[in-house]
């Protein structure tokens, strides 16, 4: 059985610093395209980074605050944000990606408020 599971979340003031892990069982993690999506109170849901075998993206909103890394041996991929804004308040998910198949996490909640 595939699980995701996010744990990191919190509540932070601006300018404060959260670090987001995703522990992946069930799948060869390795293969596997790794993503952290966002999903902020009546808005859709976003990219925020991804992380393949040697690659990085991300979203120009969280550019040079934002760091995805990933631990093969541990089955884990990180987020770490830092100057936290308020508009960086949102459900965070994780996401494997090979091909076709898709698997998410059950979300953490990041909130960014003074």
């Known amino acids: 059985q595939v699980q995701l599971v996010e744990s990191g979340g919190g509540l932070v003031q601006p300018g404060g610093s959260l670090k987001l892990s995703c522990a992946v069982s069930g799948l060869t993690f390795s293969l596997y395209i790794m993503r952290w999506y966002r999903q902020a109170p009546g808005k859709e849901r976003e990219l925020v980074a991804s992380?393949?075998?040697?690659?990085?993206n991300y979203a120009d909103s969280v550019k040079g605050r934002f760091t995805i890394s990933r631990d093969n041996a541990k089955k884990t991929v990180y987020l770490q944000m830092n100057s936290l804004k308020p508009e960086d308040t949102a459900v965070y998910y994780c996401?494997?990606?090979?091909?076709?198949?898709?698997?998410w996490g059950q979300g953490t909640q990041v909130t960014v408020s003074s």
């Open positions: 992380i393949g075998s040697s690659t990085t």
């Open positions: 996401n494997a990606v090979l091909g076709p198949t898709a698997k």
